[in-house]
């Protein structure tokens, strides 16, 4: 794991110079593109071109891929004071971090009230951090929970462009996804301003070191919260999964999820992930990233294709599903559970008579909440095995009335 981290010398003069500083939900997508001109800046990703064919030995399918950067870039010290300037830092990592606008399409069981569409659009927000390069793509890891379930991905970069994105791959256990934009799609000017983040080592990352969050906050653009590591191995529970999270009390809010959380060298040692929060609102201070240590095997698995989230030969149902928080469910007057955005053609869960738009409120007898406890069900099945579920589906009025079916669990095949 520790191949992934490049290290940087500290060099003494006049003061304290930090240098080296480098910009920071179920089916893949392959991606492909016409090759870059050999013509592009070797500042491009934050790399000269030695160092591309020595920094990973990970390849894709279609060339090698390079997993994070290196930046010659000074953050300077207040001698006196001792005080980072945070200014630089964030100058020198911000062409890293990338916003992500994902769309979500509901279908709108009112409509018929109205004669509108029976769709409802829904957009969300997240971040992004550039992680790795290939000679077509550039990779970008976010969390699961940003583009789990969406119908398209924006991708919004440090020079106000943006481009399409399609997802490579998601863990939804570990929460993490890695998202893909085609070069092609890239003026050179673009590709001359983006780095890729460079990887720090998060398991010496220690209690009561400084560090700089940066997201697209409330979805209103790139922001920067600086604090501390209040704490380290702290568990939190997203979607059911048991996550081992680096506590920080730079702020950390709604779109800032798969942002980046830095140490003052300017290196990556967290992902952003979530802020703690109560049934009173009132808790401050504490926010949540994923350690970068044990996310790069995680997202190094899903860009070489050695992992999936469903495995081969396992028990399987056919559905693509968004999990329907208590949120969601009072603002559409939906049922909570899993919305079914769709089910494919011929597989179990179509031929069980599940469509595409109902909403699975119990497996067996047990209520769902997200998609992660319908995993965890169907891991514990093997095929041919039988499950009962039970399901919302509104009429033509938009009201939901409950059913109930028998699936018969297929044989998972790539």
């Known amino acids: 794991m520790k191949k992934f981290f490049q290290k940087v010398g500290i060099v003494a003069a006049s003061g304290l110079i930090f240098g080296a500083l480098a910009g920071v939900t179920f089916f893949g997508v392959k991606t492909g ?23 990973s030995d990970s390849k894709s399918q279609a060339s090698k891929v390079q997993i994070g950067g290196t930046q010659d870039i000074d953050i300077m010290v207040n001698e006196e004071s001792q005080i980072y300037n945070i200014a630089d830092l964030a100058e020198a990592v911000m062409p890293s971090i990338v916003s992500i606008t994902s769309t979500t399409i509901y279908q709108n069981p009112y409509a018929y009230f109205y004669g509108g569409s029976a769709e409802r659009t829904i957009t969300g927000c997240g971040s992004g951090v550039i992680i790795g390069e290939d000679d077509e793509r550039l990779l970008i890891v976010t969390n699961n929970h940003v583009v789990e379930g969406t119908e398209s991905l924006t991708v919004g970069f440090c020079d106000e462009t943006d481009a399409q994105a399609t997802i490579v791959g998601t863990d939804a256990g570990n929460d993490l996804a890695v998202v893909s934009v085609k070069k092609a799609d890239l003026s050179k000017d673009t590709l001359n301003t983006l780095i890729l983040a460079e990887l720090g080592d998060s398991e010496t990352t220690r209690v009561g070191e400084p560090v700089v969050a940066i997201g697209n906050a409330l979805g209103y653009g790139q922001s920067v919260t600086v604090g501390y590591v209040s704490a380290l191995d702290k568990t939190v529970t997203i979607n059911n999964s048991a996550i081992k999270m680096i506590q920080t009390d730079a702020a950390i809010n709604e779109g800032n999820s798969g942002g980046a959380l830095f140490n003052l060298k300017g290196q990556l040692i967290g992902i952003n992930s979530a802020k703690a929060n109560n049934y009173n609102n009132n808790v401050e201070g504490m926010g949540y990233a994923i350690p970068v240590s044990d996310a790069i095997p995680v997202v190094q698995s899903i860009i070489d294709g050695t992992q999936s989230n469903i495995a081969v030969g396992s028990a399987y149902m056919g559905i693509q599903g968004r999990d329907l928080s208590a949120y969601d469910a009072a603002s559409f007057n939906m049922p909570e559970g899993v919305y079914l955005l769709a089910v494919v053609e011929g597989a179990p869960a179509d031929q069980a008579g599940l469509q595409s738009g109902d909403v699975i409120i119990a497996v067996d007898g047990k209520d769902i909440s997200s998609m992660t406890e319908i995993k965890s069900i169907l891991a514990s099945k093997e095929p041919g095995d039988t499950i009962t579920v039970t399901y919302s589906r509104s009429d033509a009025r938009g009201k939901y009335e409950a059913g109930e079916t028998t699936v018969t669990l297929g044989n998972y095949v790539e």
């Open 33 to 55: 593109a016409e090759h870059v001109a050999e013509t592009v800046s070797e500042r491009v990703l934050g790399t000269t071109k030695g160092e591309k064919e020595s920094t």
